[in-house]
Nanobody, 124 residues
Framework: QVKLVESGGGLVQAGGSLRLSCAASGLTFSGYFMGWFRQAPGKEREFVAGISRDGTSTYYADSVKGRFTISRDNAKNTVYLQVNSLKREDTAVYYC?????????????????WGQGTQVTVSL
């Protein structure tokens, strides 16, 4: 049974930082492209960042470039999202997801497995 479990969300002031983690089990982690998505109330789930299977290539939404960093540790079956310089508009539930047999995946339809999400709330 595949499980993706996110952690690290919380309430933070604008300009602050958080480190989100996603621990994977039940799959060959190094064989999956990993992504982070977010969904704000009343909005569609959107791609935030993605990382290749070996961690050498990363991809970001324009809205987070220069502020967010995705990384992975295949030995620990974990993917991370460092979020810096947070803005009110970053408030959302953040989800990690795994896409099998993909060199890159930006669309949520390309992902096979999803975590339950972790809430990030940015206050003024």
């Amino acid at each position: 049974q595949v499980k993706l479990v996110e952690s690290g969300g919380g309430l933070v002031q604008a300009g602050g930082s958080l480190r989100l983690s996603c621990a994977a089990s039940g799959l060959t982690f190094s064989g999956y492209f990993m992504g982070w998505f977010r969904q704000a109330p009343g909005k569609e789930r959107e791609f935030v960042a993605g990382i290749s299977r070996d961690g050498t290539s990363t991809y970001y939404a324009d809205s987070v470039k220069g502020r967010f960093t995705i990384s992975r540790d295949n030995a620990k079956n974990t993917v991370y999202l460092q979020v810096n310089s947070l803005k009110r508009e970053d408030t959302a539930v953040y989800y990690c997801a795994a896409a099998g047999y993909r060199w890159v995946a930006r669309s949520k339809d390309e992902y096979n497995y999803w975590g339950q999400g972790t809430q990030v709330t940015v206050s003024l």
